[in-house]
């Protein structure tokens, strides 16, 4: 049997972030927190990671299943995923001689590569989602959501899958062609976190909405020529914190504070920073502009 490679992500940073954010032929997806695999279904279903190794006989809730008839020749592409397991655990699972069960392990699909006998690759990412079989679920497979949004809500799900410990999302191109093994511009992008720098916290801004009340945002800099520069604003905290932010603003101005963010840019500032935690182990002239 010949397999098909897995087509790969570029990560989302840079000119191309507003440009992706921005264009509405780019979907979003959640980036879960798994190992990327291909199904091959027929009598006897079997099913490869990306890096080719094949974990048939450790998934025989999946690859043993009868599918109907017509679903045979299909090839799906997705995710195992392991709820409340990170991937490495997963990976450990998977690699294990041991017979423990593995019915947990969940199949979520998100593409297909081939419908009966037909090669899919040169459709477009649009034509093959609609030609993902309808009723996966009831088959024990999950079909992974895609949404059709503008640049705000993309961000909003970020921010959502983020917040919940998750990895990120993928944005993926609706007129992009499938091409196995290569990492194309312009197809698939990933938004996650990439970065964390230290930083100290300056200042508050008031909370609105669910937030009346409290503080909404941090202010915070980082210093430079002996000067502490002001360089944005993070939020993300617990409510717990938040609270606590709220009622003692003066045991937190100064302080320093971790922050993740998708990447620094070249002015310094960080793009869509969240908070993390303070650091009571770092003194504020540590945080310094490079």
Request: proline content about 3%; charged content about 30%; aromatic content about 12%.
């Amino acid at each position: 049997m010949e397999l098909i490679s897995c087509m790969n992500a570029l990560t989302l940073k840079g000119k191309k972030y507003l440009q992706v954010l921005q264009d509405p032929k780019y979907i979003y997806q959640r980036k879960l927190k798994g190992m990327r695999a291909t199904l091959y279904l027929s009598e006897s279903s079997r099913i490869f990671s990306r890096g080719e190794i094949e974990y048939t006989h450790k998934l025989p809730h999946l690859c043993e299943r009868k599918y109907p008839l017509s679903w045979y020749g299909h090839i799906l592409e997705g995710e195992l995923f392991a709820p409340n397991y990170t991937d490495a655990e997963l990976a450990g699972i998977l690699h294990r001689t041991d017979n423990e069960d593995t019915s947990f392990i969940e199949f979520h699909c998100f593409d297909i590569l081939k419908k009966e006998h037909y090669i899919l690759l040169d459709w477009s990412l649009k034509a093959r989602l609609s030609a993902i079989p309808e009723n996966l679920e009831s088959w024990g497979i999950l079909k992974l959501p895609w949404y059709i949004g503008t640049e705000e809500d993309k961000l909003n799900f970020y921010e959502e899958i983020i917040s919940e410990g998750g990895e990120g999302i993928m944005l993926k191109n609706l007129e992009s062609l499938y091409s196995p093994g290569k990492r194309p511009a312009n197809n698939w992008y990933k938004l996650k976190v990439s970065e964390t720098h230290d930083v100290v916290v300056m200042a508050f801004s008031e909370g609105v909405g669910k937030f009346g009340g409290l503080i909404g945002s941090v202010e915070y800099g980082k210093w430079k020529g002996g000067k502490l520069v002001r360089m944005g604003f993070c939020s993300g905290m617990e409510d717990s914190i938040r609270r606590d932010m709220t009622l003692n603003n003066s045991f937190w101005i100064g302080k320093v504070i971790e922050v993740e963010c998708m990447e620094e840019l070249k002015s310094g500032a960080l793009r869509h920073p969240r908070f993390i935690r303070l650091r009571e182990d770092k003194k504020p002239e540590e945080c310094i502009i490079l």
